[in-house]
């Protein structure tokens, strides 16, 4: 992971999100609700992130503790299972807990610690800090001067998903990729042989035909025979005399569709090939890694 060049926040919208290696749960949302006087009330989230390492992002204000507790105890959790804390600025709301976790490394902005032991690294200096291969922290703007944010890398939810309960689940979830993929397929061909129809046959327009002027297709056999091909003898375009240039858009849009259609089915086709090997022999590697 590299440090954002710049950072937007934006609510997440459900309060767990399910990954591998991590699952991120909010245990508690924040807010801040400006007051008439002027004055405002805020509070911030506190979140948690369980997978190889159990790291707590924010622990809330002192009149959290108990929430903060339960929320734990809820996910099997008890205060010594947590390996590090992050605080992601110096405020009450963010640090009021850090008491309930003496044993793990801490992070209260650009200050990294364990126990008495304050350890080196270029948070200060902008560099992020690399908790593992699928955690962060960064620095990054805030309100405070020494602001910190933590970024989790959660790649590829659905499969991910289904590697939670273990190889079975696995090839289930590859059992379902070759549905998707097939439901893909149909969908495709369908289109393919829609777009080479519409290729084929030519546009709907106004031409004259034994002297009447007539709404219809003027390249199909209906009306000329099957001799000459729109597609190989332009001259053969002059006979659509309304829409203007309704021959062209029609040979550019079944072409792009002819494409997509074909990409979509070769793309489908390999992931249908794909899901019937991972049903058949499994994706799960490096068993050891889990715990
Ligand atoms: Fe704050």
């Given at each position: ?85 992050i ?20 992070a209260?902005?650009c200050?990294v ?6 350890l080196?690294h270029g948070l200060?200096?902008?560099q992020p800090l690399a908790l593992?291969?699928?955690?962060e922290v960064v620095p ?8 910190t ?143």
């Amino acid at each position: 992971m590299s440090v954002p060049l710049s950072v937007r926040t934006e609510p997440l919208g459900r309060s767990v999100i399910r990954g591998d290696p991590y699952t991120v749960w909010v245990l508690k949302e924040g807010y801040c609700v400006s007051e008439a006087d002027g004055s405002c009330r805020a509070d911030g989230s506190i979140t948690l992130l369980t997978g190889p390492l159990v790291i707590v992002v924010d622990t809330g204000g002192p009149w959290d503790r108990q929430l903060l507790l339960d929320r734990l105890a809820e996910r099997g959790l008890q205060t010594g299972d947590v390996s590090h804390v992050i605080c992601t600025h110096g405020h009450s709301d963010h640090v009021g807990n850090l008491n309930l976790f003496p044993g793990a490394t801490l992070a209260v902005g650009c200050d990294v610690s364990q126990g008495d032991h304050y350890l080196s690294h270029g948070l200060g200096e902008g560099q992020p800090l690399a908790l593992d291969p699928h955690v962060e922290v960064v620095p990054t703007p805030g309100h405070a001067g020494r602001d910190t944010s933590v970024l989790v890398l959660i790649p590829a939810i659905h499969i991910h998903a289904t590697g939670r309960a273990g190889c079975c689940a696995n090839r289930c979830g590859m059992f379902l990729s070759i549905a998707f993929a097939a439901v893909g397929f149909a969908g495709a061909l369908y289109s393919l042989a829609v777009a080479l129809l519409g290729l084929v046959n030519g546009p709907t327009c106004l031409f004259s035909y034994e002297g009447k002027p007539i709404w219809g297709a003027p390249f199909s056999e209906k009306y000329y025979g099957s001799n000459e091909s729109y597609l190989v003898d332009r001259d053969l375009w002059k006979r659509c005399e309304e829409p203007k240039h309704v021959v062209e858009f029609n040979m550019v849009l079944f072409s792009i569709l002819t494409v997509a259609s074909a990409i979509e089915l070769l793309l489908c086709g390999f992931q249908a090939v794909n899901g019937l090997f991972g049903c058949l022999c499994g994706t799960c590697g490096g068993k050891g890694q889990r715990a």
